[in-house]
């Protein structure tokens, strides 16, 4: 059933599990949790479309490296920001989930093994192949990858979801069918309020846009609505613990990461046309679509202390050039336009359009590419982020018209961000070398004194990072070091869990959305098993447990 709270209705409702957030985890969460059985309120701050009053509850300010304004970094209604999802699927790498004495703060409470299960459902839910691409299929279609030494480099791959319109209203009938589930939108959680005892959450004040409240309880809730509002509800939910919700030791909000976007170089000589045709583009591999990366092998992380980073092989308008006319005028329309229905379908159609125009006017052959100078063989960088704590979330001073703190963004990028690509720069260098494909020239800003990150903004539609936001209620052992457990539950509550990314400790350089589903499958899964704390629960909250029977 769906519940519009802008038609006036009231709501006061009882669950066994509650969900904060109909994004690609919340909704994968409640699926889970409804095919085991149980009674699920999900949770939509926005409708079923972008409106701009509600998309200005994600306005905020930011005050460290230079980021895209925050109410354009996450769309704010049902299905979340995978309306404008590139389709981009990886799994991490077990070295992402190790602790990397190189790199501070790093390491999972749970290993790739443990994981791997997940991933597999979490292909199924993408209609993903089961296995990752290989350089044997790539051989296969026509675009061989490079011998390159299995030591210094290795070449991960993305899988593409063809569906870009998965997760929204339209296709989840399923949801909106299932007698158990309730699905409430213009439903924008104003605080998790906990019990007196600060052990565990007793229910969910909920404003509509009208600005009438209502109440939601549960035995069990998902906090599931992205890695700055999931911080930011959480530090603000404080009328009875004064230090915000899993936060006694100042955890809540730190190490946000971002896959971090740059011009790490570019390629001349003969042979790169051979490394566009293999990384330039998508590849149809056995009717799916899948793209190849370059990245540093295990052994030369360890040996160099690099990051897991990353980066493609594209070509792209030179450092002091201008765009192409056609990727201008969709840049254009897609900042002009607010993220509509219709306008989303615009921005896809212009892009197409775009794609198909240049494939034939821009130069293609290597040595056109660089005697025309217009374009360049360039490493497109799409960096792994090392955690840091200086990195956060925090609340500002002002509020929403719903009378939440806003959030404010301190982004802050790490010396060891800028070596790793400078060491993968490299090494590709004396990889290309070898094997006659060309000669590396590297960016200037890898070698400057200064260590900064630098932007490009002709290296990518999104120049700055991938909107991943990463970290802020990272998963630990302990709550010295993080927000929540090895399951997702908050530290020190009984029943308040975490789904997305922002649980995660590092970032990797896999886009996250596979790993954020095969974590919310993980999360459901223990819900639904009872958490060794429920009798506890029903006990502290027993008006709940007297009007379920």
Request: with cysteine; proline share 5%; hydrophobic share 40%.
């Amino acid at each position: 059933m769906h519940i519009d709270l802008d038609d006036g209705v009231s709501a006061e409702l009882l669950a066994d599990t509650c969900v904060i957030g109909a994004g690609a985890a919340g909704i994968t969460v409640a699926r889970r949790l409804l095919a085991a059985g149980q009674r699920v309120v999900l949770l939509e701050s926005g409708g079923l479309d972008h409106e701009a009053d509600t998309a200005a509850l994600n306005e905020g300010r930011s005050v460290g490296e230079p980021y895209y304004p925050l109410d354009h970094a996450r769309l704010r209604f049902f299905g979340g920001t995978t309306a404008i999802w590139g389709g981009r699927c990886a799994e991490l790498d077990p070295i992402d989930f190790v602790r990397r004495d190189w790199v501070p703060h790093s390491g999972w409470p749970i290993d790739h093994a443990e994981i791997a299960p997940y991933y597999a459902a979490a292909r199924d839910l993408l209609d993903l192949p089961s296995r990752e691409p290989t350089a044997e299929s790539f051989a296969r279609a026509g675009a061989p990858l490079p011998d390159f030494d299995a030591d210094v480099l290795r070449t991960p791959f993305w899988s593409f979801d063809d569906r870009f319109n998965r997760f929204t209203f339209e296709s989840c009938a399923d949801l909106r069918e299932n007698p158990r589930c309730r699905i409430l939108t213009h439903a924008t959680v104003t605080e998790i309020v906990a019990l007196p005892s600060g052990r565990a959450i007793g229910h969910l004040d909920l404003t509509a846009r009208s600005g009438r409240r209502h109440r939601v309880r549960a035995r069990n809730y998902v906090l599931a609505a992205g890695g700055i509002e999931n911080a930011r509800l959480l530090l603000a939910s404080d009328s009875i613990v004064r230090t915000g919700l899993g936060n006694a030791h100042d955890q809540v909000g730190r190490y946000f990461m971002e896959h971090p976007h740059a011009r790490g170089g570019r390629i001349v000589g003969p042979g790169v046309w051979a490394l566009l045709n293999a990384f330039g583009r998508k590849h149809r591999l056995d009717g799916h679509n899948a793209a190849a990366l370059i990245a540093p092998a295990e052994r030369l992380q360890r040996e160099q202390g690099l990051l897991n980073t990353s980066l493609t092989i594209a070509g792209r308008r030179p450092v002091h050039g201008s765009e192409a006319l056609g990727m201008r005028a969709y840049q254009k329309l897609k900042h002009d336009l607010a993220p509509s229905r219709r306008a989303r379908a615009m921005w896809m159609r212009t892009k197409q359009a775009v794609n198909a125009t240049m494939s034939v006017t821009e130069p293609l052959r290597p040595w056109l590419l660089h005697k025309a100078g217009r374009l360049d063989v360039a490493l497109v960088v799409r960096g792994e982020q090392a955690p840091n704590p200086d990195s956060r979330v925090l609340l500002d001073g002002t509020t929403d018209a719903l009378g939440l703190r806003r959030a404010r963004l301190d982004w802050r990028m790490s010396a060891i961000d800028t070596d790793s690509v400078a060491g993968l720069v490299a090494a590709l260098g004396r990889e290309t070398e070898r094997l006659g494909l060309g000669r590396v020239e590297a960016a200037p800003w890898l070698s400057d004194a200064s260590r900064a990150w630098r932007t490009d903004p002709l290296i990518s539609a999104h120049p700055i990072g991938g909107y991943h936001h990463m970290g802020t209620t990272r998963m630990a052992d302990s709550p010295r070091e993080g927000v929540t457990d090895a399951t997702g539950r908050v530290h020190g509550l009984a029943n308040l869990h975490v789904a997305g990314s922002s649980l995660f400790p590092t970032s990797g350089w896999a886009n996250p959305t596979l790993t954020i589903l095969a974590l919310a499958l993980r999360t459901a899964d223990f819900i639904a098993r009872g958490a060794a704390q429920e009798p506890a629960i029903e006990q502290e909250n027993r008006p709940l447990v007297a009007a379920r029977r």
